[in-house]
């Protein structure tokens, strides 16, 4: 084991149907991973089960866990399967110590038994869907190449029914990228969900699956017209749904603007806190990253702290900064992006320098018109105000107001109507930013459960 011991409150997902998974998606980079495991019955023994629950709650630092199940689809296991996770978690549970059980699925085995089951142990569910039905169905197809939504909105519609916490995963990809606001209204008004995760697909041409290749396949979605997608959706949503809707890319944003880390590894300085189990207790660096190179160990052969420990793995974590462009380093929105996900760096600076991400004009137009609503509502936060608050301004003004707060002088009346100076109400922003401590109070209401900032609004 490394000396200085395992990650602090590290994440392990576990897949355990490996990369088997009864839909088709088109985009899906996962399923060609079955090949690395030729002669694989693609389940997750009893008896890997019960190390994985034990090993993992030992390996804590922190007195609570997330165990999380992803696949391929992890509900082809059968809900025996589920039912003795949760057994083996009241096995293993020490006093004061929390397990919380999350599973990403696509939907379309659900059924009341299995919304009970999630209901009755408190499953945050995600839920994948790609918009209306039409945008939905362009990539998202079973086997034979047939629609799927209708089956996924049935299981929107049981897990409401059955009031399981669930959240949308929505990809981002050239069939859709041109639909914002179709797709958040959609998500939003009909599927009544209040958190949604945007997944841009970056999808690189080749068979393996691997993150190797300069190229992208015609079902990636284009830089500019993301930046555009998430401007778009941005600009609805700050006008009426903040603090009723909670878009995750928004909160990383609203956390880097007040200063308090993300919680989301893609747009951390570093990484290497989020790693991935295979159905056979295979260890990989990330989700991303499951390829032989990336390979850390396995569990019935090594210790899992010792796994996440390892000096490999924190060499991972430590590459994403140490190998973020000179082009990154000097940008103006750097705090906000870090870089995004080492996965997506293969493009060349205008430099000629390697590791820029592909989709850098993105999130650079993304996070520069942000920018003043931003400020508004972290400087709001820092006063013990609601951060919703914003849109009494946007919704009246069309944001008017809001960018004021970029052209008053130090020395000026505040826009906001306190009476202080600039420098001396929301001006205060503009060098609190980046001088903000890690540790601030907030940083404590982070909710443990995906939700990096969604609870603040509340």
């Keep these: 084991m490394s000396k200085k011991g395992p990650l602090p409150g590290f994440h392990l997902m576990a897949k355990p149907t490996g990369a088997i998974c009864n839909l088709g998606c088109r985009y899906c980079f996962f399923l060609s991973k079955k090949s690395l495991y030729p002669k694989s019955s693609f389940r997750m023994s009893d008896e890997l089960l019960e190390s994985y629950i034990r090993q993992y709650a030992e390996a804590q630092r922190s007195p609570s866990v997330t165990v999380a199940w992803q696949g391929g689809e992890p509900t082809l296991m059968g809900l025996d399967f589920f039912r003795r996770s949760i057994e083996l978690e009241e096995k293993y549970r020490r006093p004061g110590f929390i397990f919380q059980n999350t599973m990403q699925t696509n939907g379309t085995l659900l059924d009341d038994e299995w919304c009970e089951f999630f209901s009755e142990n408190n499953f945050l569910i995600g839920l994948s869907l790609d918009g209306p039905r039409e945008l939905h169905d362009a990539y998202r197809v079973d086997k034979a190449g047939g629609p799927t939504f ?22 981002v990809h050239a069939a859709n990228q041109d639909h914002p606001l179709e797709v958040y209204r959609f998500l939003r008004d009909e599927v009544k969900t209040d958190f949604i995760q945007f997944i841009p697909i970056v999808e690189r041409e080749n068979s393996t699956g691997f993150q190797e290749g300069d190229r992208v396949t015609d079902r990636s979605v284009d830089p500019e017209r993301y930046g555009r997608f998430l401007i778009a959706v941005f600009d609805e949503w700050v006008r009426r749904d903040v603090g009723k809707t909670f878009v995750q890319i928004f909160d990383v944003a609203l956390a880097a603007w007040f200063g308090t880390p993300s919680g989301i590894c893609a747009f951390s300085e570093t990484c290497g ?31 899992l702290a010792s796994i996440a ?43 000629g320098e390697p590791g820029l991400n592909y989709l850098c004009p993105a999130y650079k137009e993304f996070f520069r018109h942000i920018d003043g609503s931003m400020r508004f509502m972290a400087s709001e936060l820092r006063a013990g105000r609601a951060p919703a608050n914003i849109m009494s301004y946007t919704g009246s003004c069309e944001g008017k107001v809001v960018r004021a707060f970029l052209k008053p002088g130090r020395n000026d009346p505040c826009p906001c109507g306190s009476g202080l100076k600039f420098k001396k109400c929301h001006g205060r922003l503009d060098h609190q930013r980046d001088e903000t401590p890690a540790e601030e109070p907030l940083s404590k209401k982070i909710g443990d459960r995906c939700r990096s900032f969604s609870k603040l609004f509340r």
């Design 150 to 171: 209708d089956r996924v909105m049935n299981a929107a519609r049981l897990l409401r029914k059955h009031k399981v916490d669930f959240n949308i995963l929505t990809t």
């Design 273 to 303: 806190t989020a790693m991935v189990m295979e159905h056979n207790g295979d260890v990989y660096s990330c989700d991303h990253f499951v390829e032989p190179k990336y390979l850390l160990g396995n569990i019935n052969e090594r210790p």
């Design 309 to 351: 420990g390892s000096e490999k793995q924190r060499k991972f974590g430590r590459d994403k900064l140490e190998t973020l462009p000179e082009y990154c380093r000097r940008c103006e929105v750097r705090f906000a992006c870090n870089g995004e996900c080492p996965k997506n760096r293969f493009v060349k600076t205008p430099d």
